[in-house]
């Protein structure tokens, strides 16, 4: 039979848990946390099923995850949570379910508020810190009000219209800003002046050597000797300058222990309304907004290289509920839902080839991005920087669903179109600005190959053509309760479910040309 647990919103705001449902899930056996949502009953992201007042929260691009709709949502606004672990019934999709039902208004006024706090006064110091950070680290706060929707001398909606809404606001702040200590490696101020000597200590030396002739630097020191390879490059010294952090120290390697902050604000919004035409004809809408900057994301822990997020979520729907008569009942429902993110490196790309003087690679001065530079066995931190791009999710969603009481037998039937049109569109990032690493095969040790400005292997690619596919779902469903007696009932269905491959909205398919000849004058291109 179909396992569910459901969890009431009186009761997900009191328990011990951070107000998010993916925490409230996390208390499930059958659930585990994956990325930036969770498996139910075992199942991946894309077979499951997780909606709001019946709309899709998955986000159509990242593999049918579910992100911030759905794990951020006011537990305020929440009325009842149903988690179906496995054999759901027919009148759900996906095998994993997870259905939130929101709350509405009544004829009486009512409200809430919340605050919630995390300090770090509170906390032990760090392992490695050896100062006790005395700061807050979440302020989360907001509140909830609903009722008739009374205008007065000009409506009355008592026993006709309510109103609900909710607000809230949710932030790491800058001085928090969620700290977490990570130890990064980088090379020392002898390194970077090319002189290696201490590579010699220990028990397993290292030797680096000169690549034209294969003799050991003298003093393992790249400047030491005569002749090639004896300078060092001034496109690798550019980039030590302007984005590694000044070494405090000789030694062998700098370690450092970077205490990384990510402040956050969120802003979520939730607006409903319910109004009843008769006792037959109720008219129900739902929006929602979700709103999530993060400034400071980084790719590099040196607290140079990264990039910004933003996040924005929408979700809405308006239905219609017709009672035929007390057997009889139908809801047409319309929903409409968005998740959108967009990522944009923190440096311009053209400025970071004209201070390094970095050759070879040409792109408009509205690029940003970063070149990717690998380093071997060293461990020494990479350059790195998540490129720029716009991904949104857009699901156009009519569901249509009728109950018939018939005895002791309760019908079901239904059937859901889903037009579901993901939009990435890649804007100019490191793919355009190029990957180099440096694996040591020239000198014997990779930070030594990159002082020379000899990388084991370069790529460059072109940025790929953006992405705007179609495509529509299809779900028709059948099912009957049977209540056999007080004591048992049985339900039995069938549901079919088909999903169109998806095809590019202007009918276009991109492929790799081995004799194209793209901007570059290199050959092989889309």
Request: glycine content about 10%; charged content about 15%; overall charge negative.
């Amino acid at each position: 039979g179909e396992l569910d647990e459901i969890v009431t919103g009186q009761d997900a705001r009191r328990d011990a848990i951070s107000r998010s449902i993916f925490a409230l899930l996390a208390t499930n056996p059958s659930s585990v946390s994956h990325g930036s949502t969770t498996m139910v009953g075992g199942q991946r992201a894309p077979y499951g099923n997780f909606t709001i007042d019946g709309v899709t929260t998955l986000n159509n691009i990242y593999g049918g995850t579910s992100g911030g709709m759905t794990a951020d949502q006011a537990f305020e606004s929440i009325a009842e949570i149903k988690v179906t672990d496995s054999n759901g019934a027919a009148d759900t999709p996906g095998f994993g379910t997870v259905i939130t039902t929101t709350k509405g208004g009544t004829n009486n006024y009512h409200g809430s508020a919340f605050y919630v706090t995390d300090n770090s006064y509170f906390n032990a110091a760090p392992f490695f810190s050896p100062v006790r950070t005395k700061s807050p680290l979440l302020q989360w706060y907001g509140g909830s009000v609903g009722g008739p929707v009374v205008i007065p001398k000009l409506y009355n909606g008592h026993n006709k219209t309510f109103f609900f809404v909710t607000w809230e606001h949710r932030t790491f702040p800058v001085s928090g800003g969620r700290p977490s200590f990570v130890p990064i490696t980088l090379p020392s101020a002898n390194f970077e002046l090319g002189n290696f000597s201490q590579l010699l200590t220990g028990t397993s030396p290292l030797y680096i050597s000169n690549p034209s002739t294969g003799v050991d630097y003298p003093s393992n020191t790249i400047t030491g000797g005569t002749g090639p390879f004896t300078t060092l490059s001034s496109v690798a010294q550019a980039f030590q300058a302007n984005y590694f952090p000044a070494p405090p120290s000789t030694f062998s390697f700098q370690d450092y222990a970077v205490l990384i902050t990510a402040p956050e604000h969120i802003n979520r919004e939730d607006y409903k309304i319910d109004h009843h035409f008769s006792e037959r004809s109720i008219l129900s809408g739902r929006y929602t907004r979700q709103y999530d900057p993060e400034p400071d994301n980084y790719d590099s822990d040196t607290y140079i290289l990264g990039h910004s997020k933003i996040a924005t979520y929408n979700n809405t729907y308006v239905s219609h509920t017709y009672t035929f008569n007390q057997n009889l009942v139908n809801e047409l429902r319309a929903a409409f839902a968005k998740d959108e993110r967009d990522y944009e490196p923190f440096h311009n790309g053209a400025q970071v080839l004209a201070k390094t003087g970095l050759e070879g690679i040409t792109v408009a001065p509205s690029v940003q991005g970063f070149p990717a530079i690998y380093f071997g066995s060293s461990d020494i931190e990479q350059m790195y920087e998540n490129p720029s791009q716009t991904a949104v999710s857009y699901n156009y969603q009519v569901l249509d669903n009728i109950n018939w009481q018939r005895g002791h037998h309760s019908i079901k039937a239904g059937v859901s179109i889903t037009d579901t049109r993901p939009r990435s569109a890649n804007g100019n990032g490191t793919q355009q600005l190029g990957t180099l690493d440096f694996s040591g095969f020239a000198s014997g040790y990779d930070y030594a190959d990159f002082l020379l400005g000899i990388p084991s292997s370069v790529s460059l690619n072109e940025n790929p053509p953006n992405r705007y596919n179609r495509a529509i779902n299809t779900g028709i469903y059948g099912q009957d309760t049977w209540t056999v007696s007080p004591k048992l009932s049985v339900t039995f269905g069938l549901r079919w479910d088909y999903y169109q491959p998806p095809v590019d909205s202007n009918d276009r398919r991109a492929n790799f040309d081995p004799y194209y000849i793209g901007p570059t004058g290199l050959a092989g291109g889309i």
